[in-house]
Structures are given as C-alpha cells and as structure tokens.
Nanobody, 123 residues
Framework: QVQLVESGGGLVQAGGSLRLSCAAS????????MGWFRQAPGKEREFVAV????????YYEASVKGRFTISRDNAKNMVYLQMNSLKPEDAALYYC????????????????WGQGTQVTVSS
C-alpha cells in the first residue's frame, strides 16, 4: 500500500511559476514510476509528466514540454513538478500517481493516486 499526498497548489499569475510536491509513504520509493496528471472541469484526466524509477528518464505531454520539469528525490520519497510559464489552460486539479511499472503514461497503468492539489492560473 502506497500513500501519496500532494501539496504546493495555489493561485499564480499567467507566466508565473509554481512547484508541486508529492510525498510518498508505505513502500520503497524507487520501485515505482512516478507521474503527474491533471483534470480540468468537464475534461478527462490527462497525462502531464512521468519519471522512471531510475530517475534519469522523463517524459512529458507535448503542451508542457519545455515549461514543466518533473524530478524525484528517492532518499526523501518525494516527487516534484516545477511548472514555469504557466498558462490559464494549465489550471486544473493536479494528481500525483505511482505505478509498479518502471515506465507508465496511461491512467490505467498507475496503481496509486493522491487526492490532488488545485492549480489556478489568473490572466
């Protein structure tokens, strides 16, 4: 059983930056691929970014590539999402997720989910 808790959401101006954090507990952290997803009202949950268990490989949804950076600190059981150049369309409930696979990008490939943290971007 893995517990995930997100934090760092809030209100930010368009063009600004925000860093989301995800604290994991209950199982050795480095076993899992860790990802971030987001869901806006009326839309399906979508993939944002993932980092593999070996830390060095990351993948991003096309619209956030170059603006967002996912990272992890296995010693602290933490995953981060640094979001720069935020746009109003980035506003959503952001979820941290963990997969038993070394690499996963689909919702159904992830086994554990946090409760989400809200990101609001003002224009």
């Amino acid at each position: 059983q893995v517990q995930l808790v997100e934090s760092g959401g809030g209100l930010v101006q368009a063009g600004g930056s925000l860093r989301l954090s995800c604290a994991a507990s209950g199982h050795p952290f480095s076993v899992y691929a860790m990802g971030w997803f987001r869901q806006a009202p009326g839309k399906e949950r979508e993939f944002v970014a993932v980092i593999t268990w070996n830390v060095g490989v990351t993948y991003y949804e096309a619209s956030v590539k170059g603006r967002f950076t996912i990272s992890r600190d296995n010693a602290k059981n933490m995953v981060y999402l640094q979001m720069n150049s935020l746009k109003p369309e980035d506003a959503a409930l952001y979820y941290c997720a963990a997969a038993r696979l070394r690499l996963a990008r689909r919702v159904d490939e992830f086994d554990y989910w946090g409760q989400g943290t809200q990101v609001t971007v003002s224009s």
